[in-house]
Nanobody, 124 residues
Framework: QVQLVESGGGLVQAGGSLRLSCVAS????????VGWFRQAPGKEREFVGS????????YYADSVEGRVTISRDNKKNTVYLQMNSLKPEDTAVYYC?????????????????WGQGTQVTVSS
């Protein structure tokens, strides 16, 4: 079992930045791909980005490409989501998830473990 805890969310003005963290406990997820997703009120959960097990590959949704960066520190069992140039439409609960696969994973159903989420609110 892997327990994931996100942190770093908050209220930020448009154009600002936030860095979210996802810490794993229970067992290491250093051999697992990790993804970030978000869910805005009244909308379905959507893919934000994914990072491979060693951080060598990343992939981002078009809606955030160029504004976010996912990185990981496997020694700390932590994955990060750096978000810049935030827009009001980025407002959502952000979730990290761990996949049983080691390569890039984009499908929501391909993730096995999920955190509880952290709220990001971007004011205009």
């Amino acid at each position: 079992q892997v327990q994931l805890v996100e942190s770093g969310g908050g209220l930020v003005q448009a154009g600002g930045s936030l860095r979210l963290s996802c810490v794993a406990s229970g067992r290491t997820f250093s051999r697992n791909a990790v993804g970030w997703f978000r869910q805005a009120p009244g909308k379905e959960r959507e893919f934000v980005g994914s990072i491979s097990w060693n951080g060598g590959d990343t992939y981002y949704a078009d809606s955030v490409e160029g504004r976010v960066t996912i990185s990981r520190d496997n020694k700390k069992n932590t994955v990060y989501l750096q978000m810049n140039s935030l827009k009001p439409e980025d407002t959502a609960v952000y979730y990290c998830a761990a996949s049983p696969y080691d390569g890039l994973v984009m499908g929501l159903s391909e993730y096995e473990y999920w955190g509880q989420g952290t709220q990001v609110t971007v004011s205009s």
